[in-house]
């Protein structure tokens, strides 16, 4: 008897880990193959992401769900385990923020990564499957539908006149969370991007760092309302800690948050709010998170060919006429800026959020922002900009993310970490030692697992904007990160030797190619160790206390 046995299914807030059995594939049983689902991955799909003059097309979303939110501010941590104020500082419209426009939605994709067994008596060994056979996919994926709402806003009131002044950034970014899973992400990114920018603020503030800034925090929505009283305390603070979270010198390697939006006493008509911004109003009790504003320029955005993005560019305005777009810059200096850039710069990033505590789960494209410090947003994912120093990259999308030192207690953790031959103990049921042993092993996976993402981001990246296409029509070869882990993992068999083969037979690639031959194949041998992280860990031997890290 042959029996197919899932190994890794993945729910994706664009890599994830998995919190409920929602999004489990049904058992399919016939003659011969019988699919049995284990682990999940999560992603949240930003490719939707887009002005959407048609409206919300999830009126009746998740209705019933009136209390779903009520218990949250108790659960993304109080003031103490926040300094920063970000889980405890509620805004209203009007008196502090103004909506702008409607910028586009998310979705989650549910990834499922299948093998293949064959079993006789009580023996189970691994069959390869055909990779031209349709019916026997490797990795199979399926949308959920939109959760989460983005738009664009900005501050009002004093903080925005004080920004103004000062010529610094008063836009902000507004997600709407609605519906049964969206509490679960809210929390996640409460509680992570509260705790990174805790320690941030506590080494950056003496006053954050003794609870001053949450304390004012607390209080501003109840003194906003009061005539007689003002928020120019948390004022001052919230100045602060934006500064912190854009400082030119030195910006957070995340896409801060600077608190919630409560709509809950908001009094307007459906009818007013979708002339204003074109989509139905807010839902009852859904959660709205107030980010700093980074741009929206992402990795996934700038991954294209700068041939096939020039020819999209509309042409300039000359003495004589229209004029064509100026010529592209020089391969190698667009080369110079994407690896000691914008991969350079998403290494130091990933490891200051692993060596502060957290995981992302859910690396992709999509979550890499670029920005800068500057007030013009889109200057890094211009094709002429070549300069590393104008980039600031800024992880986002933290809805699966999680604290290392408790990703032992996640089963679906556990079962994918045994899919690699690492079994982690549950330290609910391990002895002291036992447990002390484990956190080496399950450090290091986690750790992995985000840097595994990132390598199949960095080959996507190389292989698209890096490209040179003879002309702005010609057909690319598929980048996309299902076809890559396709051709590493099936085709190649996780062999880069032939995977570089592969590349140097298109002629697009042929640049791209000779770069990471350079001193001795060293880019090969990055984008290796990336993309077989998980590999690489079942491998260590954590006796020695081996630590698997973004910085080598």
Known sequence: ????????????????VPQTSAFMPASVVNKKLQI??????????????????????????????????????ANTGDKDEDLSGSATRQFQLGYDIILSSYAGNM???TIVDWEYFSQEDDEKNIVQPNPLDPNQPRRTR???GSVIRIFRGELSGRVASMMRSQGKEYRILLKEFSGEM?????????????????????????????????NTASSRYLLAQDEKTDTKEDDNNLTKLMDILNSRKESSPFVGILGRLNIDDLDLEPNEWYRALGVPP???????????????????????PPLFRRSRLPPQKGFFGPTPPPQL???????????????????????????????HRSIGRSSIVLSTPELDKSIPTSIYTTNPSQLVIKLTDFGFSGLISESAKDETFRARARAFNINIKDPYKSSTDIVNTASILDTN???????????????????????EPKSEIEKMPDTGEDSLQRLLGEIFEKDFNQFREYCEEEDVWSNVVSLLDENDGAGWDLLESLCFARERVSKLDNSNFQLVTARG
Request: glycine fraction near 6%.
């Open 445 to 467: 996976f986690a750790i992995a697992e985000d840097l595994h993402a990132l390598g199949f981001v960095f080959l996507g990246i190389l292989l698209t904007t890096l490209a």
């Open 36 to 73: 049995v689902p284990s682990t999940f991955r999560r992603r949240l799909n930003r490719s939707s992401l887009h002005n959407d003059k048609n409206g919300y097309d999830d009126i009746s979303f998740y209705e019933g769900d009136d209390d779903l939110f009520s218990s949250l501010s």
């Open 182 to 214: 969206a509490v679960e992400l809210a929390e996640a990114e409460f509680r992570c991007i509260g705790k990174l920018q805790s320690d941030l603020c506590a080494l950056k503030s003496e006053e954050a760092k003794n609870g001053d800034w949450a």
């Open 282 to 304: 807010p839902k009852f009790n859904s959660v709205w998170i107030v980010y700093e504003y980074a741009g929206l320029g992402t990795a996934s955005q700038y991954s294209q």
């Open 329 to 359: 810059p020089p391969w190698k200096s667009t080369a110079n800026y994407v690896v000691k850039g914008i991969m350079k710069k998403s290494l130091e990033a990933l490891a200051e959020l692993h060596e502060n505590g957290v995981v």
């Open 1 to 16: 008897m042959k029996r197919l046995i899932l190994r890794n299914v993945m729910l994706l807030l664009i890599g994830a």
């Open 142 to 144: 399926e949308s959920s």
């Open 107 to 109: 979705a989650f994709d």
